[in-house]
């Protein structure tokens, strides 16, 4: 049975930190592209970050970038989400996911709010 399981959202203050990671079990996780992806209320889900399968290549949408950093550790099958100068509009649900297969995990509430 494949998992993706996020973790570390929470209430941050504007300009704050947050990592966020993901536990990946059932598949291969070295194996995989993976990618974050978050939604706001009332809006369409939304791609974030992708990471090659070694992590030597990353991409981020142009709402992140220079912000946020996604990385990996192949030996812990663990994906991560490194949030920086958080602003109030990445308030969101994260979540990872394994685009090749299509799995999704059950996500993680970010709330930036002063």
């Known amino acids: 049975q494949e998992h993706l399981v996020e973790s570390g959202g929470g209430l941050v203050r504007p300009g704050g930190s947050l990592t966020l990671s993901c536990a990946a079990s059932?598949?291969?996780?070295?194996?995989?592209?993976m990618q974050w992806y978050r939604q706001a209320a009332l809006k369409e889900r939304e791609w974030i970050a992708t990471?090659?399968?070694?992590?030597?290549?990353?991409r981020y949408s142009e709402s992140v970038n220079g912000r946020f950093s996604i990385s990996r550790d192949n030996s812990k099958n663990m994906l991560f989400l490194r949030m920086n100068n958080l602003k109030l509009e990445d308030t969101a649900v994260y979540y990872c996911?394994?685009?090749?297969?299509?799995?999704w995990g059950q996500g993680t509430q970010v709330t930036v709010s002063s």
């Open positions: 059932g598949f291969t996780f070295s194996g995989f592209v």
């Open positions: 996911h394994q685009p090749s297969q299509g799995f």
């Open positions: 990471i090659t399968t070694t992590g030597d290549i990353t």
